[in-house]
């Protein structure tokens, strides 16, 4: 994996050690890197520079799944876990986590429009349908985190908040459901999140996911096939 070139992917607090920030930043890293790809991605499948390396299809639908997913799980920790805490450190915020509930609607919306128009790939009019539908995305879901680290990140840092992102107040479903879910997140999540990042700041990441330590190198492998199957 390429080494972390950008201010803006140190995500680890001051002693090197991963905090919910990182991994709440490390997500809006993730998050503009692919809507930056997808539309490539889409352009190259519309007019290939090379038959020989048409991304696929398929690998890009199942990368949007994971990536989707991802970014719904994100809105709803924000509107569950963060906002409310978030709110009563400082009141001044009220306004603008009004404005982030009305951008999540409306994300849903564009997000919506991605999905419908992935689906039907490879037709030659869906082509151009996702990309403008991946440019709307990439625009809205660009002002989207700006707002927020703008506003939120700012108070996050100087309290050091936590959320409590498990137990009583989470959401429903028996334990074992829960637990599945968590599993296959994590299996597309952590990867994902790690695609770019420096060993360093990856091995920081997995130290607050300790569960998953072990099984991480097969799901960056499963990640990384997935990803050369569309993305090079």
Do not use: K
Not at 55 to 63: G, S
Not at 121 to 148: F, I, K, N, T, Y
């Amino acid at each position: 994996m390429p080494t972390t070139q950008s201010p803006r992917d140190q995500l680890l607090d001051g002693d090197g050690r991963a905090t919910f920030l990182s991994h709440f930043l490390g997500a809006h890293r993730a998050f503009r890197r692919d809507a930056a790809r997808f539309p490539v991605a889409l352009r190259r499948i519309g007019a290939p520079e090379d038959p020989d390396r048409i991304p696929h299809p398929d690998a890009l639908r199942r990368h949007w799944e994971g990536y989707e997913a991802a970014m719904v799980h994100h809105h709803h920790m924000e509107d569950e876990l963060l906002f409310p805490p978030l709110r009563n450190l400082d009141p001044a915020v009220g306004e603008v986590i009004d404005e982030l509930v009305v951008q999540h609607h409306e994300l849903d919306g564009t997000i919506a429009g991605v999905h419908e128009a992935l689906v039907r790939l490879p037709a030659a009019d869906a082509v151009e349908q996702s990309v403008r539908a991946c440019e709307e995305l990439a625009a809205g879901l660009g002002r989207h985190l700006a707002l927020e680290e703008e506003h939120l990140v700012p108070v996050m840092r100087a309290t050091m908040l936590e959320p409590r992102l498990h137990g009583e107040g989470e959401p429903g479903g028996t334990q074992e459901e829960r637990g599945r879910s968590e599993a296959t997140g994590h299996a597309f999540v952590l990867p994902w999140m790690a695609d770019g990042l420096d060993d360093d700041t990856v091995a920081a990441l997995l130290g607050s996911e300790p569960s998953a330590g072990a099984t991480f190198p097969a799901w960056r492998a499963a990640y990384t096939d997935l990803l050369n199957r569309w993305w090079w």
